[in-house]
Every structure is written in C-alpha cells, then in structure tokens.
C-alpha cells in the first residue's frame, strides 16, 4: 500500500497544471471597460487660451492705411548663356554654371519703369521713397525668367536706400 501512495503522489507531483486563460481574459476586458467608462477627457470646444484685457472696450482709433512699394521685375530679353568666362558657349554637362551675356530686365516701381541698365536710376528712385518714408513695406515681385542674381541686384539698391521691411511675392504670371 505504500508503494501505491508513493505511485499515486508521484502522478499528482508529474501531472502538469493547465491554467485557464479566458477568466484572466475576461478580467481583463472588464477592467478595460471600466476604465473606458470611468476616464473624463478634457473638453476644451469653445475655449481660447487667450488673456485679453476684460475692462476695455472696443478701440475707435482709427489706423492710417500702410501703403507699401512694389517692385516687379520682367524679364525683356533673356540673353546668351555663356560659359562663367563669359567668352566660351555654355555646355550642359561641361560647365556647372553659367553667366548671360546682353541680358536685359525691366524694373517696375509703381508706374515708372526702368531696365537693368538704369539700376542707379532705380537706386535714385528708391533713396526718394526711403527718405519720405523708410519704415514703409517693400514687396520684390520677380517674374518667370528672373534669376536670382537680378533679383539680389535690386535688393542690395533697397537695401541701400534704407529700407528695412522687405518681402517677396511669389507670382509666377507671364
């Protein structure tokens, strides 16, 4: 009878223990529930994080319209490419950059209108409008064609005139 006992205890000891897992499952989808059920998100619909002064009204001050300068550049003759020497023609896979020879582009102050070769004339203009007004807002409107080194010429004659508030249109039209 020992023997069998010692059997029986040795099959209960080997035996291996299944654990179930769908309470452990179950529990846990109820307690995400719960916590689902339970949770308050912040409602902020309609609130503006804004600290405006209470104790004044509206302001009837009246504000003086800013008029601003707008400078447009077209391009009138686009020139040659040449080769950076400006002598030799500018090849593609030769020569990584390249310069225009006989390139011509208009400058358009208002209703004046100047070309490239007159950029001490535009210089003139723009110190006339700087000493009226320097704090007055420049726009540089560069067209289709204008490269980059035309459009940091007229900036550099701004920039000399004095003006401080310089911004750029972005307008691709003809």
Known sequence: MASRRKKQMKELTESKADMEMTPMIDVTF???????????????????AAYLPK???????????????DIRLDVVVEGEKRAPDGIAAYKPGVHPRFNYVDRVFSIK????????????????????????????????????GIVMEDVVRVL??????????????????G
């Open 55 to 69: 104790d004044i009204g509206q302001n009837t001050t009246q504000v003086d319209p800013v008029e601003k300068l």
């Open 30 to 48: 109820l307690l995400l529930i719960f916590f689902m059920c339970t949770i308050k998100f912040k409602k902020l619909e309609g609130k503006l």
């Open 109 to 144: 102050i208002g209703p004046r209108e100047f070309t490239s070769d007159q950029i001490e004339e535009v210089a003139d203009r723009l110190r006339v409008f700087a000493s009226d007004d320097p704090e007055r807002p420049v726009t540089i409107d560069p067209r289709r």
């Open 156 to 173: 550099d004659r701004v920039l000399d005139a004095g003006f401080t508030k310089v911004s750029f249109a972005g307008s691709y039209e």
